[in-house]
Structures are given as structure tokens and as C-alpha cells.
């Protein structure tokens, strides 16, 4: 079946506007996370959706960023007035439910460059 | 807090040739480690994990044991193909508690394998 798949791929947008990334995760996949890839960093998480769970936004670095899920299905990461520091690419994930033996299935990212 | 260290590249190996990507990790408690690769063109994939100190992961070839007493989780394979070129991932959860898919990444290492 298909995997995660994220849009769009790319994204080129200028500083102080707002941005939507979306993320299709596989079917049937309760669990769903955001993580940020910075150049020549590792990923970083952002935020986690478990089900009808709160989700965990303990990762989200300001309150410009943002994000949705509607019961198990796409998800919506919202980063509003764009800074040049959020270029970087934004990665989704899906796992079947969360656990330790549960894998994450990644999708291919979103790159942001903030000009 | 959770942190990875991961030997920095890029590594340029002849094919058939053996390879270790090292990777040290800081975490509180007994952690879940991961190696996830990503193959040109496409998303993270978990390649090995271990969940339990001497534990060793292996998948297609690849090889790392998890050492508690070094916190180490080497990435070993003794004949290295050119199909294995990629960005290569260390990662840890820790155990327990609401962690799940909280993965702490290291900032990859790039893996060229020549003919």
C-alpha cells in the first residue's frame, strides 16, 4: 500500500508569511509525528498524535508553530510568520500504535526555505 | 537530557570493503536503540534496533550491539555494497512513560559505497 506521503515537496516562502504542510499517513495508523531536520543536523521532534489522545507539542519550538489532526487521518503543520531559522525539512511519520515496538514509517519531507 | 553522537562524515568506502559508523548516546535510564537509514530518494527507514543492553540488532548485513557499559550502538557491516550508499541514522527512545515515538536523533552520517 502506499506510504506517508507529505506536500508539497518543496516550499519556498518569504519571511513573515504563513505556511501549511500537510501529512498523509499510512491507513490505519493511529499514531502520527512531526520532526525537523535542519542542515547538517539530526531530526528533531516536534509534536506526536496518538489517537483522540491530546496530542504532545512538547517539542514545538514556538508558539508560531502549530498543529492539527483530525481523528486518524492528515495532518496539518501550521508555522506562521515565517522566520529564516524554520528553513529546513519537515518530516511526517506514522506508526501502526505508539510503542517501542512499533516502527515509524517516514515520508519523504517537505523542504522550507524561508527567504 | 537524551542526546546521540555520531561519527562525522561523509564515509567513502570501495565496495566489499568493511564499515563502522559509531554512534554514543546520553540518556537517563535503560534507552531503545535504533539505526534507521535513508536510501536516496526516498524516507527514513528503520534498517536495526535493540531494546536491552547485549542485545544485537541486525538487518540486511548490518550489524550493532548495544553497550551499556561504552553507551554505544555501533553500526557494523563486513562487506559493504554500492546499493548501501545512503544517510545513515543512530537514535534512541527512552523506555517507558509516554516516550513512544519521542525518537532522539543523531545528525546522520553519509555513507558513498564505489564500485
Known amino acids: 500500500g502506499a506510504g506517508v506521503s507529505q506536500s508539497p515537496s518543496n516550499k519556498v516562502t518569504e519571511k513573515g508569511k504563513d505556511v501549511e504542510l500537510r501529512c498523509d499517513p499510512i491507513s ?31 517539542g514545538l519550538p514556538s508558539d508560531r508553530f502549530s498543529a492539527e489532526r483530525t481523528g486518524e487521518s492528515v495532518s496539518t503543520l501550521t508555522i506562521q510568520r515565517t522566520q529564516q531559522e524554520d528553513s529546513a525539512v519537515y518530516l511526517c511519520a506514522s506508526s501502526l500504535v505508539a510503542a517501542d515496538f512499533s516502527p515509524l514509517h517516514f515520508g519523504n519531507g517537505t523542504r522550507l526555505t524561508v527567504t | 537530557g537524551n542526546s546521540v553522537t555520531q561519527m562525522e562524515g561523509p564515509v567513502t568506502l570501495s565496495e566489499e570493503a568493511f564499515l563502522t559508523i559509531n554512534c554514543t548516546y546520553t540518556a537517563t535510564g535503560y534507552p531503545s536503540l535504533f539505526w534507521y537509514v535513508q536510501y536516496p530518494g526516498e524516507g527514513l527507514q528503520l534498517l ?24 554505544s550502538f555501533h553500526l557494523e557491516k563486513g562487506s559493504v555494497q554500492v546499493s548501501d550508499s ?16 519521542k525518537l532522539t536523533f543523531g545528525q546522520g552520517t553519509i555513507l558513498t559505497v564505489h564500485p
Open chain 1, 28 to 58: 490505519g495508523h493511529t499514531a502520527l509525528y512531526w520532526y525537523r531536520q535542519r542542515l547538517g543536523q539530526g531530526l528533531e521532534f516536534l509534536i506526536y498524535f496518538q489517537g483522540n489522545s491530546a496530542p504532545d507539542k512538547s
Open chain 2, 48 to 71: 536495526l534496533k535493540a531494546t536491552k543492553a547485549d542485545d544485537k540488532g541486525s538487518n540486511k548485513g548490518f550489524e550493532a550491539t548495544y553497550r551499556k557499559e561504552t553507551t
Open chain 2, 86 to 101: 545512503a544517510v545513515y541514522f543512530c537514535a534512541l527512545i527512552r523506555a517507558g512513560g509516554t516516550s513512544y515515538g
